[in-house]
């Protein structure tokens, strides 16, 4: 596969070969020819659009690699994963863990960073920004003094009508037959069988004989009486009150309709982000998002504020977010699956199918899917997940779903940790049970591109994820500065590996969250492909990750300062010696 344009855009595809290289690599380069290339538009050159280009025979040795300066910016926990099980063992899954009163010293970080835990998540609903602060510079220390790659996201609070919270710091046990108080009065301490609603207007119309769900059905009560504002329930279905937790009225087997003139971005929201934007935090979850409209505010007002290496993701968990998903997935970064409050507003046998849905989307969209709330919900309490939570786990990874997250389970129980091995297991176990069972789904390729650099790109990842597992290569490394080559290879789910070398620090941290990608930070040179290649290479190989034999395939997006640098997108594959 070669393509040349006069923008000096230029593909290239190498193939193994016997001849060794003084960094003893074997390398070749193929000749090809692509003939037409008309799609979206006319190209520049000879014959009337026809394109028709060999590609540049390089053979020979490569120069000697120089001493580096500084160590490869490899995470500790890829390294000795990758020590352990090798390449093709290397869990893909990435994993985001709530922080929150149970895991909030350094010493619970850095179990749950060595546990595997890709993202941290904060819950702006609670706790202080000092605190948050706290933690975010525990997380900066970890990262920089142990050697780890943990990204920071914020989760903004939302205008939420629908919150309730019993003033304990832990989940309350509701038991069948008690009788409980709902207000939107402020009260002044936990007061018992008390809850405050955070909207003054909660009650209005609503009946006496209707339900109230808390959380999607840990616990249910049938309003008995009204009086003013406030609500008299008998709790009916015994369970767990979290936090904060959120609730919905049905009648007669119908969610009641709340209208609610409430903005996505409340004044906290946007103090929060303010706040996000000054630590600076790598990932920020909208929620409550209805439509593309406060995505695109917020992704306008970050690249203002030159905070352009900051994600905006945004959380899907209203009918309204479904019915305009497409666009809400195509403004966004990424998306994150709030099946908690999802469950709230659609039928809970739909969840499902929803969840599916919404990783198939994003996947063809090419943004980052996390599956989130309740996957380990009895851990809150008890050691011990449930078959039925585990064999959830592995369907989500079984849909190739980029992340899963851990909420309560690490927030606020015991077991966080635990909770967090388990993740980690499940989703290795099934990574390779589908590796093995040649069970990976057919994306539908639809076509991202406009122009042609960028149409090329991904047909360059395409082919490049299809040779990877056809040759069976140990890994693939791509060099990106903005990473977007490393989400194209993502978005395939290759088998082996992705190594993604970068020099942006934001681009390495933006990556945490894309399936099978393992970000490097390292310095590249854009006008000299041959050095990047040897210089990492040769990094890996003397910390032992690489031996004689292995082959690696090597992609490259960076673009080229000067006209005459070899410094281009291409694919090549490489046998260590």
Known sequence: MAVATSDSILARSLITDRRSTNFGLKNEVCRCKVVPCRAGGKVKGKGKGRVEVKAAVQIGGLEEVKKAKEEMGLDVVSEEELREKGFLGMRKTKLVCTIGPACCSTQDLEKLALGGMNVARLNMCHNTRDWHRDVIKKINQLNEEKGFCVSVMIDTEGSQIHVLDHGAPSSVKAEEGSTWLFTAQKLEGSPPFTIQANYEGFSEGIEVGDELVIDGGMASFQVIEKVGNDLRCKCMDSGLFLPRAKFSFWRNGKLVARNSELPTLSKKDWADIEFGVSEGVDFIALSFVNDADPVRQLKNYLYMRSSRSTRVLAKVESLESLQKLKEIVEASDGIMVARGDLGVEIPYEQIPTVQEEITRVCREMNKPVIVASQLLESMVEYPTPTRAEVADVSEAVRQYADALMLSGESAIGPYGQKALSILQMASSRMELWSREENRQSILHQRRLGVSLPDRIAEQICNCAVE???????????VYTKHGQMASLLS?????????????????RMALNLQWGVIPLLVELSDDDM????????????RKGLLKPGDVVMVVSDLTPTHINSTAFQSIQVKTVV
């Open 530 to 541: 041959e050095a990047n290649i040897s210089t990492t290479i040769e990094l890996i190989r």
């Open 467 to 477: 040779m990877a597992n056809n040759l069976g290569v140990d890994a693939i490394f």
């Open 491 to 507: 978005r395939n789910r290759p088998y082996p590996p992705i190594f993604a070398f970068t020099s942006d620090n934001g681009t």
